[in-house]
């Protein structure tokens, strides 16, 4: 009975979306509000999305980087974990890809900068650069889960996060791979300064990477282990001197 009421409200509820976009930045839960409507329901997930979809983009670019605004592009793209809506898993895959929101909500590759943002004229406002990219991560690899998805969405995965960069991050130390006490404080470097041949990072962004770590790995997994044939990308580095070089830090937890 309290799942056919669930169901029910969430029905009437879908049917006048548009009431709970507006003041959309003002964040009083209407995000939570969609991602509950939307769970688990594939009518109200292929059919309805659109309306939210432009309206979550541009909240992200408000109210900054918060991983809980990615929370709805994964819950769009399946039902019960067990069946992937192939065409929400398109439209999630080139929404974050356009060229017109690449620089503020796909955050990655030449655009990565894990500097805290701010904005002093919006409460609203907060960044969350680390853990907005795991997530992400973890939501565009949804996006080529299932044989139809990885069929039609692992080329263009691959052609903009690349397996270097997916390794580049994960020989970096970690608050996993260092041990406290010997910890060096370095101020000065942020993530991606290179010293001499090796990338580094401060101490407070070891917690962020190591965020990162887990969302990369299953990323590497879906994307370039699950296919039927193991790209030739993968065999270079799983092979190469860069693999045998920097591999000693992923197995030093």
Do not use: W
Request: aromatic share 12%.
């Amino acid at each position: 009975m309290k799942k056919l009421l669930k169901f029910v409200c969430f029905s009437l509820l879908s049917e006048n979306l548009v009431v709970f976009l507006v003041n959309m930045e003002s964040d009083l839960g209407q995000v939570e509000l969609f991602c509950e409507i939307f769970r688990n329901n594939k009518k109200i997930s292929l059919e309805k999305n659109i309306e939210i979809i432009e309206n979550m983009l541009n909240i992200i670019k408000t109210n900054g980087r918060q991983c809980k605004y990615l929370d709805f592009f994964e819950i769009i793209q399946h039902v019960n974990n067990e069946e992937y809506l192939l065409v929400n898993q398109k439209n999630v895959l080139n929404l974050f890809f356009d060229p017109k929101n690449k620089q503020q909500v796909l955050y990655m590759k030449e655009l990565i900068s894990f500097e805290h943002k701010v904005n002093h004229m919006n409460p609203h406002y907060k960044d969350e650069p680390y853990a907005y990219h795991a997530k992400l991560i973890d939501v565009l690899s949804i996006t080529a889960v299932g044989k139809e998805g990885l069929y039609t969405n692992e080329c263009k995965l691959r052609s903009q996060l690349n397996l270097k960069y997916a390794l580049d991050i994960l020989v970096l130390e970690d608050n996993l791979t260092v041990k406290k006490s010997n910890a060096p404080v370095q101020k000065v470097n942020r993530l991606g300064n290179i010293v001499g041949n090796k990338k580094i990072v401060t101490i407070d962004d070891r917690a962020g990477v190591t965020l990162l770590k887990i969302p990369l790995l299953k990323y590497i997994y879906f994307i370039f282990l699950e296919s039927e044939k193991i790209s030739d990308e993968f065999n270079k580095y799983i092979t190469g001197e860069f693999f045998f070089r920097n591999m000693k830090f992923l197995f030093t937890y």
